[in-house]
């Protein structure tokens, strides 16, 4: 079960990760153009729908983690890595994905206020993309640490 569930780890750990970057890359590129409404349609567009897709794929990764470090069974002989896993890992997803929605909705609400919210709204996009930078690196963190055995 122990393989079944480094699986599921790992999928949803590409699925969130790459996402982060992915939407990061595309909102910068977006911003410029964010006054336009088919650029503002398409960024709440983005926004809702990374929401849908790395949300879930954050949990999945605390979930599967966790019933690993269960599977294995090593009480409280665990290495550095594997309690800066548990701990370290599971605070960045939650408040990834506590930090994350909130700033999403803040950003759907200005650009949603039309040109007289557009200097509200491109700051609170470079404030969703800083978060989703931080977040990004934060999580290469964990994996640098876990991957190292330190």
Not at 25 to 40: E, G, P, R
Request: aromatic share 10%; proline share 1%.
């Amino acid at each position: 079960m122990f393989s079944f569930w480094l699986f599921i780890h790992l999928a949803g750990l590409c699925i969130w990760l790459g996402s982060i970057v992915a939407v990061a890359f595309l909102l910068v590129a977006m911003k410029k153009q964010l006054h336009s409404a088919d650029v503002s349609a398409l960024v709440r567009r983005t926004v809702r729908t990374f929401n849908m897709l790395t949300h879930p794929s954050a949990f999945l990764v605390l979930i599967s983690g966790v019933l690993m470090i269960v599977e294995m069974g090593l009480g409280s002989d665990k290495p550095f890595w594997m309690t800066y896993m548990e701990r370290v890992g599971g605070m960045i997803i939650l408040l990834f994905i506590i930090a994350i929605s909130i700033m999403g909705k803040r950003l759907m609400k200005r650009i949603s206020g039309g040109t007289s919210q557009a200097v509200a709204a491109s700051s609170s996009l470079s404030t969703y993309v800083t978060g989703l930078a931080l977040s990004s690196v934060l999580v290469l963190s964990v994996i640098f640490v876990v991957s190292g055995k330190y």
